[in-house]
């Protein structure tokens, strides 16, 4: 089912693409389109997660094609990720909108952000200790933060499978 509905969506990629021009350089990359799907997938009423899987993995191999899945290229990919994530929202926008190709670039840009508005503050979120791991929970995550007193505690988000 999931195959399916991904196959029917993906039928007016082209004129999503010429759209996706109007509205910014960087969003109007194929590459950028694809992550963008992968990141916002959610699960379908009565999708088993056969499905689920296999969407998923169609989704990534779009993203990231299978010429460039070379150790580095998936890691370099999962680095910028973490990295995205850790920064605070006005880098994270910022440095997003300039489209970085790699975890290197990401992380210049964000010096070049806080140059140019000679920023003092943290560029990360301080309270996040931790990336969100997997955990033993289906479809959940576990993230370390810290609580109002200072210490580290856990915190498991787990999404539903429905």
């Known amino acids: 089912m999931a195959l399916i509905e991904l196959q029917e969506n993906n039928a007016g990629i082209g004129a999503q693409d010429q759209l996706a021009d109007g509205v910014g350089a960087s969003r109007g990359s194929p590459d950028l389109l694809w992550k963008m799907r992968f990141r916002e ?4 009423a009565g999708e088993s997660p056969q499905e ?4 998923l993995r169609e989704l990534a ?11 580095e290229t998936v890691r370099d990919v999962i680095v910028l990720e ?4 850790m920064i605070t929202s006005e880098i994270r926008v910022w ?3 300039r489209d970085p190709k790699s975890a290197a670039e990401a992380a210049r840009l964000a010096e070049v952000y806080m140059s140019a508005r000679q920023d003092q503050q943290a560029f990360s979120n301080t309270n996040t200790v ?6 033993r929970f289906v479809g959940g995550s576990e ?4 609580d109002n007193a200072g210490h580290i505690v856990r915190h ?7």
């Open 130 to 135: 931790a990336a969100a791991r997997p955990s």
């Open 143 to 146: 993230v370390l933060r810290k």
């Open 61 to 71: 191999r779009r993203w990231i094609p299978p010429t460039e899945h070379t150790l």
């Open 95 to 97: 440095v997003w909108e």
């Open 52 to 55: 689920l899987f296999v969407c």
């Open 41 to 44: 997938a959610k699960t379908k």
């Open 156 to 162: 498991n988000t787990q999404s539903s499978f429905n």
């Open 82 to 85: 973490l990295f995205l994530l």
